[in-house]
């Protein structure tokens, strides 16, 4: 038995970074916002990202470190709610933070934290939060929303879809925003895992013995690359670098390692001419973990002493080991995955306020959209901007 409809000026479709922001925004704007959430506290993931530390934000966002169909989309809501904006948020409320590598910002104290200055953020008059209540029926007739939630109904003039992708389904992610989105014509780019480990199939799974063992690298795929750190796992790469070479990876493609990033392409000849009693073993156990060089050498089948060695055949060894070819046969998917590339087509979008064009009052937001940062706070940093941009209009 559902009970009469309360009317609501907007209702927001999931509690995490990007509703929580949304609500907040429209509820200071005196807009009276109903926040729905089937899971029994708000900003889940928020509160496990950063190793419970939240990665709230990175001081070097730009719009060339986001990945959509249309690389000019998140443009404009990047612009009128920045990273600085965000920093002077966590001030206000006196929440202690530290930069850790590349721009990456993370709370001294807890993830719990950011969750709580969002909740405060919204004004108790205005914000209605629902949470555990699973959505049971979308329509839309005259101008306005009816969504059924639990046992409750609600009606509102702006819908905002804020509810992510299927990443991570342990914490209840699912695609139920493209269901929504496929429901009222909008169009719905092919989601897959990003910000993925790889996986190493075939010839290649001699590498998970290396299960554990790291080493800063540089990995590319096509025209991008990343430096960091590559970690070694029992089913094939992870680490920042895979991680965030994932992103751009599709199936059949080679992704290709350097390994040694810092040295110069003849170093092994340079090297052979001043210490030719040097073994290439030991040359490269110089600067890689000895696991690591020893599996590396022995699919390159090159041993001995430098000098006995041609300058051809250490000049095909070095090559080998700054182009490192791996052929991942897949990822972990969504089970491992931080984020979903694809989704909501920003094609179907306005950038300015991110409501859709041939269906007004509805809005998406968040990783529910076509938009898919980097690692490292990018993707919070467009929650919060993709957000504020539907907050300020709703």
Request: contains cysteine; hydrophobic residues 40%.
């Amino acid at each position: 038995m559902i009970n009469t409809p309360i009317k609501y000026d907007a209702i927001i479709l999931g509690a995490g970074g990007a509703g929580l922001m949304c609500a907040a925004i429209a509820g200071q704007r005196g807009r009276k916002v109903l926040l729905i959430d089937h899971a029994d506290e708000p900003g889940k993931k928020i509160l496990i990202s950063g190793g419970g530390r939240c990665n709230f934000t990175n001081s070097n966002t730009a719009p060339d470190r986001y990945l959509s169909a249309n690389k000019h989309f998140a443009k404009s809501a990047l612009s009128r709610y920045t990273a600085q904006d965000f920093i002077a948020l966590v001030n206000r409320y006196d929440i202690a933070w530290h930069e850790k590598t590349l721009g990456q910002l993370f709370c001294d104290g807890s993830a719990k934290q950011i969750v709580a200055l969002l909740m405060d953020e919204c004004p108790k008059d205005a914000v209605t939060l629902s949470l555990g209540q699973s959505v049971t029926d979308i329509r839309h007739s005259v101008g306005t929303y009816h969504v059924d939630y639990g046992n409750k109904a609600a009606t509102a003039p702006s819908l905002v879809i804020a509810t992510g992708g299927p990443s991570i389904p342990k914490m209840g992610a699912t695609s139920f925003a493209y269901d929504i989105a496929r429901q009222f014509g909008l169009k719905v780019v092919e989601p897959r895992p990003a910000l993925v480990p790889l996986t190493l199939g075939g010839e290649e799974t001699l590498f998970r013995s290396l299960s554990g063992v790291s080493a800063p690298i540089i990995a590319s795929c096509g025209k991008t690359a990343f430096r960091e750190a590559a970690l070694f796992t029992h089913k094939g790469l992870s680490g920042p670098a895979i991680l965030q070479i994932s992103s751009y990876w599709r199936h059949g493609e080679p992704v290709s390692v350097d390994f040694l990033p810092d040295l110069n392409p003849n170093w092994l000849i340079r090297l052979k001419r001043e210490q030719p009693r040097v073994s290439l073993n030991k040359a490269v156990n110089e600067h890689l973990p000895t696991r690591l060089a020893e599996t590396l050498l022995d699919r390159i089948a090159l041993s001995g002493d430098l000098g006995n060695l041609a300058d051809r055949k250490l000049e095909d060894a070095s090559r080998r080991l700054s182009h490192w070819r791996f052929m991942p046969n897949g990822t972990e998917g969504y089970a491992k995955a931080e984020v979903t590339a694809g989704g909501i087509s920003t094609a179907d979008l306005s950038s300015k306020n991110m409501e859709a064009r041939q269906m007004p009052g509805l809005y998406a937001i968040g990783e529910a959209v076509d938009v898919t940062g980097w690692l490292g706070g990018y993707n919070f940093q467009w929650a919060w901007a993709s957000g504020h941009a539907a907050g300020k209009a709703i």
